[in-house]
């Protein structure tokens, strides 16, 4: 099993990115999926999730309305969308599978 995050960086406050995670070695569609974060010091937290089909998601209060999880079962990614980004979004960011994690990507919002 392999998952692999891309598309953090450095951002200022108010803009966007968009995280990417590439699966492989299993079934990508019978699994739900979810990005979370750790940011320094902190416990890793969930940010969304997403069902199998894609058909139902759910999001952290503090990126309700401004982050959106999605998934493409074609192409076995998973992605999120962040906009309005905050200092306080800065973390690793983790895609999740079941009980798999990527290795995680840096995401850091300031100016």
């Known amino acids: 099993v392999q998952l692999v995050e891309s598309g953090g960086g450095l951002v200022q406050p108010g803009g966007s990115l968009r995280l990417s995670c590439a699966a492989s070695?299993?079934?990508?569609?019978?699994?739900?999926m979810s990005w979370h974060r750790q940011a320094p010091g902190k416990e890793r937290e969930l940010v969304a999730d997403i069902t199998r089909a894609g058909g139902s998601t759910n999001y952290a209060d503090s990126v309700k309305g401004r982050f959106t999880i999605s998934r493409d079962n074609v192409k076995n990614m998973v992605y999120l969308q962040m906009n309005s980004l905050k200092p306080e979004d800065t973390a690793v960011y983790y895609c999740?599978?079941?009980?798999?994690w990527g290795q995680g990507t840096q995401v850091t919002v300031s100016s």
């Open positions: 070695g299993f079934t990508f569609s019978y699994y739900g």
């Open positions: 999740k599978a079941y009980r798999w």
